[in-house]
């Protein structure tokens, strides 16, 4: 059974930087590409990036809202996914989820990052 476990949210004042992180478990990490989405209170979930698995160097996609900002990587030793948030902004606000799939139908419980002065 797929089990994906986010960490390290938490209130990040505004320009500020904050590391996401997601345990996997029950899959072959290395060999999955994994997905962060993130859903800001009542709106819908939003794809935010892509970090394909297999061999090769780590292919990244990201959306343009956080385009130049954001950062995914992952540790496949450790079977850990990482979102790096810079320079957030208000509208950052969300809870963040890790996904094996890009429409989050497979994510973990998330973790809630506030921006705010």
């Known amino acids: 059974k797929v089990q994906l476990e986010e960490s390290g949210g938490g209130l990040v004042q505004p320009g500020g930087s904050l590391r996401l992180s997601c345990a996997a478990s029950g899959i072959i990490f290395r060999s999955v590409t994994m997905h962060w989405l993130r859903q800001a209170p009542g709106k819908g979930l939003e794809w935010l990036a892509t970090i394909w698995g297999g061999s090769g160097g780590p292919i990244t996609h990201y959306a343009d809202s956080v385009k130049g900002r954001f950062t995914i990587s992952r540790e496949n030793t450790r079977n850990t996914l990482y979102l790096d948030l810079n320079r957030v902004k208000p509208e950052d606000t969300a809870m963040y989820y890790c996904?094996?799939?890009?429409?989050?139908?497979?994510r973990g419980q998330g973790t809630l990052v506030t921006v705010s002065p």
């Open positions: 996904a094996i799939d890009r429409d989050g139908s497979e």
